[in-house]
């Protein structure tokens, strides 16, 4: 991991909201450019980044969030609670409802929010809903047994 990345990735850790990443690896097909692509995610973990300063959310850029098809995508995450993996997201057009679904999902016990309280961008675009890692505990040698979602706290 580069130094500038640990460093973020440090600071993450340190704040007390939530974490999105931001994933600055995707390609989207853009036949007005010489590339013939271009990289959303560099735009958006930027406008992220200046959006949430202070906000006690940090914004950690990311090499790769393996959703290449579905550019930009973001993953909020925190301790203790699911993470969510949204795609299909634009920094123009979603700015607003990214900022605003961060700020629910930090709010929230156990990053569960209501699918009515979610913007329309993140109800389309949710590619995955990710177990937090105390989600299974051990009954045993070899045995788990799953945790449920309200028992998340």
Known sequence: MPAGDLALATEARQQP????????????QRE???????Q????????????MTGSGIAVVPVECLAVCKRPCTIALAADGK?????????AGLHLDEIVGAAESFAASANGIVPWKERPASFRK??????????????T??????????HEIL
């Open 17 to 28: 909201g939530c974490t999105i990443h931001v994933c600055t690896a995707c390609r989207r």
């Open 40 to 51: 959303p995610g560099l735009a958006l973990a930027e406008a992220l980044g200046a959006r």
């Open 32 to 38: 007005d450019l010489p590339e013939g692509y271009d």
């Open 140 to 149: 045993g040698i070899g045995r788990t047994t799953r945790i449920r979602a």
């Open 82 to 90: 699911w993470t969510y993996l949204i795609g299909d997201l634009d």
């Open 125 to 138: 675009g949710v590619v995955a809903r990710v177990p937090p890692l105390r989600a299974f505990r051990s």
